[in-house]
């Protein structure tokens, strides 16, 4: 049989040509910011002092992009000062993180690469245990493992069970100062069982324990925790105004915890030590701020800034760290020029025609 | 999310929260963060990890494909909390195992499911159903071999007025590492696993009819660099328009293609494209 069609060229597709940000990293050392790009699966490391108030692209001091890089649909990264390493996470399909050196740039292979679980999203560096911790969405856990790890090596412990109260962490950020781990749960939550296409199907049916949602939460626990671990504080409930909490950071100089909350367009500052359904010490959000869909965002306590890495614009914006309110950055960093639409997808696995309104929709 | 669903009948969009358990049901039209007009969640529902779903807006239901419970779950279409399905098609005669794609032609009365397989003896390709099957039953066919082209489906869509089956056929090679938070067992520690953008083979649009069975090709393609497509994951249709739309998550894009021919009668589709032209 021959089959009709065959190289037809698409009448007409959206694709954003230019990166959009995820997650963020600052080395004040070394006055470097590194940022993922989700849209053409890059990472972008700037000079700390880059960007401005005009309008043009700010130029990147490197770019990692390209097959031989390992890097796909990605998420959070992270700085090791020390060792001068970047690590990249990758989310929903690599199944991987790669590190890369300080001085990478192009199209080149992971210094190594580690694989973790499906849905890996966050990472956090504790450069004193020499260790690094996760988080997974699917699987509502943090595991740790050594900061070498390489290959397969499985995790030196994870905290995961009912009485965690982690559902569906995006952010995760090690309080190396105080012992603690902090996570930022969306609030999806549910028990999975094995689902690949490699998983034989086992003797017994699998069975639901059923989905809930909660309210999303920022969860810290012990950092030597381990298994079903109780947080030792949440912050959860409707005065938190916490929606969809992605990328985090600790100040752990000044006791704050930031987090940009993707769900409201903002970035809310919490006393480090809160506890409970408590409001935010600060909320900066407003038109004047540029803040939209906010990813991840970094603070720099050496240079009393606070970036924010925007998802919905093609843009990271400085603040002042203590800016509260509908404050103007300090600065932009622009990855197209101003006034450039995103086009918003992340992972587009499916799509469905709306007839009466002649639209299409595509779930991220 | 892996899976949306438009109920033009009823003007509502349908998509699955894996991560919840859950399948949500919005107004057409809703915006921000509207919320849900209805949620099937909780035990008695059976899901586990709902993958993607499909709406039958002919009878009334939705089909929902979990990955966790390798199941296909029909629930009415205005199901509301935590209620068991209606239906649902379960087992080892069902050959289904990661179920990524699922659709119903309400005309030809067929549910198809795409899942792959990658265990010994598994198959990848698309398993069609009597509509109202349900329990551990042998599917009624089953497109999948060499001649197929389909390394790993994922995304259907379905022009029920002439019975025909479009698929994503994302195609490339993907292995996970772990079996939830621990590295899979039968893998060798310092093995190198290939990069899911730049192995297997390359992805493509395949149509086929409600009534094919085995190792048959597509009917019609959308393929080659010319289309923009490399890994495709997500297929829908415009009949009416002729249109074919698909997400490919390599481009991290959305292409539209006209292909009116895709969309003829029966008689009238086996003729190649370019004869078709000469006699236009």
Same mark, same amino acid.
């Given at each position: 049989?021959?089959?009709?069609?065959?190289?037809?060229?698409?009448?007409?597709?959206?694709?954003?040509?230019?990166?959009?940000?995820?997650?963020?990293?600052?080395?004040?050392?070394?006055?470097?910011?590194?940022?993922?790009?989700?849209?053409?699966?890059?990472?972008?490391?700037?000079?700390?002092?880059?960007?401005?108030? *005009? %309008?043009?692209?700010?130029? &990147?001091? +490197?770019? !990692?992009? #390209? /097959?031989? =890089? $390992?890097?796909?649909?990605?998420?959070? @990264?992270?700085?090791?000062?020390?060792?001068?390493?970047?690590?990249?996470?990758?989310?929903?399909?690599?199944?991987?993180?790669?590190?890369?050196?300080?001085?990478?740039?192009?199209?080149?292979?992971?210094?190594?690469?580690?694989?973790?679980?499906?849905?890996?999203?966050?990472?956090?560096?504790?450069?004193?245990?020499?260790?690094?911790?996760?988080?997974?969405?699917?699987?509502?856990?943090?595991?740790?493992?050594?900061?070498? *790890? %390489?290959?397969?090596?499985? &995790?030196? +412990?994870? !905290?995961? #069970? /009912?009485? =965690? $109260?982690?559902?569906?962490?995006?952010? @995760?950020?090690?309080?190396?100062?105080?012992?603690?781990?902090?996570?930022?749960?969306?609030?999806?939550?549910?028990?999975?069982?094995?689902?690949?296409?490699?998983?034989?199907?086992?003797?017994?049916?699998?069975?639901?324990?059923?989905?809930?949602?909660?309210?999303?939460?920022?969860?810290?626990?012990?950092?030597?925790?381990?298994?079903?671990?109780?947080?030792?504080?949440?912050?959860?409930?409707?005065?938190?105004?916490?929606?969809?909490?992605?990328?985090?950071?600790?100040?752990?100089?000044?006791?704050?915890?930031?987090?940009?909350?993707?769900?409201?367009?903002? @970035?809310?500052?919490?006393?480090?030590?809160?506890?409970?359904?408590?409001?935010?010490?600060?909320?900066?959000?407003?038109?004047?701020?540029?803040?939209?869909?906010?990813?991840?965002?970094?603070?720099?306590?050496?240079?009393?800034?606070?970036?924010?890495?925007?998802?919905?614009?093609?843009?990271?914006?400085?603040?002042?760290?203590?800016?509260?309110?509908?404050?103007?950055?300090?600065?932009?960093?622009?990855?197209?020029?101003?006034?450039?639409?995103?086009?918003?997808?992340?992972?587009?696995?499916?799509?469905?025609?709306?007839?009466?309104?002649?639209?299409?929709? @595509?779930?991220? | 999310?892996?899976?949306?669903?438009?109920?033009?009948?009823?003007?509502?969009?349908?998509?699955?929260?894996?991560?919840?358990?859950?399948?949500?049901?919005?107004?057409?039209?809703?915006?921000?963060?509207?919320?849900?007009?209805?949620?099937?969640?909780?035990?008695?529902?059976?899901?586990?990890?709902?993958?993607?779903?499909?709406?039958?807006?002919?009878?009334?239901?939705?089909?929902?494909?979990?990955?966790?419970?390798?199941?296909?779950?029909?629930?009415?279409?205005?199901?509301?909390?935590?209620?068991?399905?209606?239906?649902?098609?379960?087992?080892?005669?069902?050959?289904?195992?990661?179920?990524?794609?699922?659709?119903?032609?309400?005309?030809?009365?067929?549910?198809?499911?795409?899942?792959?397989?990658?265990?010994?003896?598994?198959?990848?390709?698309?398993?069609?159903?009597?509509?109202?099957?349900?329990?551990?039953?042998?599917?009624?066919?089953?497109?999948?071999?060499?001649?197929?082209?389909?390394?790993?489906?994922?995304?259907?869509?379905?022009?029920?007025?002439?019975?025909?089956?479009?698929?994503?056929?994302?195609?490339?090679?993907?292995?996970?590492?772990?079996?939830?938070?621990?590295?899979?067992?039968?893998?060798?520690?310092?093995?190198?696993?290939?990069?899911?953008?730049?192995?297997?083979?390359?992805?493509?649009?395949?149509?086929?009819?409600?009534?094919?069975?085995?190792?048959?090709?597509?009917?019609?393609?959308?393929?080659?660099?010319?289309?923009?497509?490399?890994?495709?994951?997500?297929?829908?249709?415009?009949?009416?328009?002729?249109?074919?739309?698909?997400?490919?998550?390599?481009?991290?894009?959305?292409?539209?293609?006209?292909?009116?021919?895709?969309?003829?009668?029966?008689?009238?589709?086996?003729?190649?494209?370019?004869?078709?032209?000469?006699?236009?």
């Amino acid at each position: 049989m021959t089959s009709i069609g065959g190289e037809l060229p698409p009448l007409r597709y959206v694709v954003d040509p230019y990166p959009t940000f995820n997650g963020i990293a600052i080395d004040a050392k070394n006055n470097r910011v590194v940022m993922s790009d989700e849209n053409r699966k890059s990472v972008l490391t700037y000079d700390r002092a880059s960007g401005s108030n *005009a %309008t043009a692209v700010t130029s &990147p001091l +490197r770019q !990692i992009i #390209g /097959p031989q =890089t $390992e890097i796909g649909y990605i998420s959070a @990264v992270e700085f090791d000062p020390a060792q001068r390493e970047i690590y990249v996470v990758n989310n929903d399909i690599e199944d991987r993180i790669v590190v890369f050196d300080y001085g990478a740039h192009g199209d080149l292979k992971p210094k190594r690469r580690l694989y973790v679980p499906h849905q890996t999203w966050g990472i956090s560096l504790n450069p004193v245990q020499d260790e690094i911790a996760i988080s997974v969405q699917q699987l509502s856990m943090v595991a740790v493992y050594r900061r070498e *790890a %390489t290959g397969l090596e499985a &995790p030196l +412990r994870i !905290i995961k #069970g /009912p009485h =965690t $109260e982690m559902a569906d962490p995006h952010g @995760v950020r090690w309080d190396v100062a105080h012992h603690e781990i902090v996570v930022a749960s969306h609030g999806n939550y549910s028990v999975i069982t094995p689902y690949s296409a490699y998983d034989a199907e086992g003797s017994n049916t699998p069975t639901s324990v059923g989905g809930h949602f909660l309210l999303p939460s920022l969860s810290v626990f012990e950092d030597s925790a381990k298994g079903d671990a109780r947080p030792l504080r949440t912050i959860q409930g409707p005065r938190t105004k916490l929606n969809w909490p992605m990328g985090i950071d600790i100040d752990a100089a000044n006791n704050e915890i930031a987090v940009a909350n993707n769900g409201d367009n903002s @970035v809310l500052v919490f006393s480090r030590m809160a506890d409970g359904d408590v409001t935010p010490a600060r909320v900066i959000g407003g038109v004047r701020t540029g803040i939209s869909s906010p990813m991840s965002v970094a603070i720099d306590t050496k240079n009393d800034e606070l970036w924010v890495a925007n998802y919905g614009d093609h843009t990271a914006l400085v603040f002042s760290r203590t800016a509260t309110g509908d404050a103007a950055p300090k600065r932009i960093i622009r990855n197209a020029p101003a006034g450039t639409p995103t086009g918003g997808f992340g992972n587009p696995y499916a799509v469905a025609y709306d007839s009466k309104r002649d639209e299409l929709l @595509v779930p991220n | 999310m892996h899976g949306i669903a438009y109920d033009a009948t009823h003007d509502e969009v349908i998509v699955p929260v894996a991560l919840g358990a859950a399948v949500l049901t919005f107004r057409g039209g809703a915006t921000g963060a509207e919320a849900p007009i209805r949620v099937i969640q909780g035990r008695k529902t059976k899901l586990i990890r709902p993958h993607t779903v499909a709406v039958d807006e002919q009878n009334g239901e939705i089909i929902v494909a979990d990955t966790s419970s390798r199941s296909l779950l029909v629930f009415a279409r205005d199901a509301d909390g935590d209620l068991p399905p209606k239906r649902v098609i379960q087992g080892p005669k069902t050959g289904l195992l990661f179920i990524v794609g699922v659709a119903v032609d309400p005309v030809h009365d067929r549910i198809v499911a795409a899942s792959a397989s990658s265990i010994p003896g598994g198959t990848s390709g698309l398993f069609i159903f009597d509509r109202n099957d349900q329990g551990d039953v042998a599917p009624r066919g089953v497109i999948a071999g060499p001649q197929t082209g389909i390394v790993r489906p994922w995304q259907l869509a379905v022009d029920p007025s002439l019975g025909r089956v479009f698929v994503a056929a994302i195609n490339n090679e993907n292995h996970p590492p772990y079996q939830l938070e621990m590295p899979r067992a039968d893998l060798a520690r310092n093995l190198q696993l290939p990069s899911p953008w730049t192995t297997g083979a390359l992805g493509f649009v395949g149509v086929w009819d409600i009534h094919d069975n085995g190792d048959v090709a597509p009917r019609a393609v959308i393929k080659g660099p010319g289309s923009f497509l490399v890994h495709p994951a997500g297929v829908a249709v415009n009949p009416k328009g002729g249109e074919v739309f698909a997400t490919d998550s390599v481009r991290n894009g959305l292409f539209t293609f006209l292909a009116p021919h895709f969309f003829s009668k029966p008689g009238a589709d086996r003729v190649p494209i370019e004869n078709r032209r000469d006699h236009e």
